[in-house]
């Protein structure tokens, strides 16, 4: 996100975000390691689609969240409604890390129902003034404890695990 909370600016641009002077992958491959499932919104995964790359998680299980599409497509399981469900389903099952990826509209709804573990936020030096916010209004408060930083160049990576 942008130094100021934002994912992208107003129109869904994240163009911003190639400007940052990282390091290496930005700890993206050791997360990566992680991770067997992704899940993200309509607008994040037709985003993903649209970059100038294979589709990154095609070798894990994908659910997009739309009120627009049903079924599968090549890549994705689409899925609507409360994430508890998917979830629980999800959590019942062997396997790696759960990523939540996007977008905003998205984790609001994960936060609302207290079902996000931990955040990993990477925090690019821009402040946009305006845009689609990371967090949403509209949640109940989450208290969190600082479990991590790692800086890699201009971007700086928070982990944060819920205060026990």
């Known amino acids: 996100m942008s130094l100021d909370g934002y994912i992208a600016r107003e129109n869904g641009d994240i163009d911003w975000l190639e400007e940052a002077e990282g390091e290496g992958d930005n700890g993206y ?15 994040t995964y037709e985003q993903v689609l649209g970059f100038d790359m294979e589709f990154p998680y095609k070798e894990m299980d994908c659910y997009v969240y739309s009120n627009e599409k049903d079924g599968r497509d090549e890549y994705a399981s689409f899925v609507k409604g409360s994430p508890i469900n998917l979830i629980s389903e999800l959590k019942k099952q062997p396997g ?3 990523w ?18 931990q955040f990993m936020i990477a925090v690019i030096p821009i402040l946009l003034g305006k845009g689609i916010p990371l967090f949403k209004q509209d949640f109940p408060e989450h208290k969190l404890k600082l479990s991590n930083t790692q800086i890699y160049n201009e971007i700086v990576m928070l982990s944060y695990d819920y205060e026990k």
């Open 100 to 117: 939540l990826i996007g977008g905003g509209e998205l984790i609001r709804e994960f936060l609302k129902e207290k079902l996000v573990d």
């Open 96 to 98: 790696k890390d759960i």
């Open 29 to 43: 491959s050791e997360l990566m390691k992680n991770i067997g499932t992704v899940i993200m919104g309509r607008k």
